[in-house]
């Protein structure tokens, strides 16, 4: 398992599994730039760990709160992720989190994926490695 904690974030990659594990330590995305930092962070820890292989991500929103007013940034940002994940699952978080992540993946045509707990994101993302569960295409998130 490689852990690596960061200024606004703390990954667990369990290459094993192909899960990497996102928390956050009380962390407060106030304005475009540190928007734009913590997933340039976000990027840079994916491209050494992961070496380019899509993973499972499993993110815990119970310490981030992000902006609204850059909700435009944040949605780009997110956008820019698509090339990490075979699929994100949330859990956790205020209801303003909540509010922003459902709001940006409204505007990228693609699931919130909002699950109460860690043990039901992990059951999702068990139920989608097994091909219990599909995993929405491109096609059938919309355009």
Not at 23 to 52: K, Q
Not at 81 to 109: D, E, F, P, W
Request: charged letters at 25%; glycine letters at 6%.
């Amino acid at each position: 398992m490689i852990i690596e904690r960061g200024k606004t974030v703390i990954w667990r990659y369990d290459a094993a599994q192909n899960i990497l594990f996102v928390s956050y330590p009380n962390v407060t995305l106030d304005t475009p730039e540190e928007i734009v930092a913590h997933f340039d962070m976000c990027l840079s820890f994916w491209r050494r760990h992961c070496h380019g292989r899509k993973v499972y991500c499993v993110l815990d929103y119970s310490g981030l709160e992000v902006n609204l007013r850059h909700l435009d940034v944040y949605t780009r940002q997110l956008d820019r992720m698509n090339q990490c994940h075979i699929t994100r699952v949330r859990y956790g978080g205020s209801a303003l989190q909540r509010t922003a992540v459902r709001l940006a993946n409204l505007k990228l045509h693609t699931p919130s994926n909002l699950y109460g707990s860690l043990e039901e994101a992990l059951r999702v993302v068990h139920k989608l490695k097994s091909g219990e569960l599909p995993i929405a295409t491109d096609s059938e998130r919309g355009p």
